[in-house]
């Protein structure tokens, strides 16, 4: 059992790795849906078949799925980098204190406390995972919210096209 647990997850740090070094981005979302299969072996591993099926059902059918379509909405050729210099600075500056506000608040009141092991395996029922999620994970499931609302905005800011030199910008 231990061999299967860490041949998982060499696998998924393998593919995770994937995801970092790849240039081409739909080879990067394929990395990204191995690698949440490979932590979808784990939770099985653990007794959590619940978690592992949410993590393929959400995660690895539905956001990876809206990966490769943002990623062909994009038409990105990944030889022209996003010039950054024509966001407004004050954006920027929003943005800046958004995330460290968010990284304050993880330090200040997210201490998490260690579960306990005499209780059945997290995500063996689905009313104690509703209950661990809405009272135990609240703030890493607020902080990860937030992470993927910052990536949507960047998404949009990527998509938007920028005016070349001398051109009026589209309104």
Known sequence: MIFLFNLLALFTVICAVGVVVSKNTVNGAMCLLLSLVGVAGLFVG?????????????????????????????????????RLAKIPLVARGLALALVLAGIASFYAQGRLTTPDTAAPALGSSLKLYAYQLFTTYLLPVQVMGFLLLIAMIGVIVVSRRLPAEGEQPNR
């Open 46 to 82: 653990l007794n959590a078949y619940l978690l592992a099926f949410l993590l393929l059902l959400v995660y690895a059918g539905a956001v990876v799925a809206l990966f490769l379509f943002i990623v062909m909405l994009l038409d990105t050729k990944g030889d022209e980098k996003p």
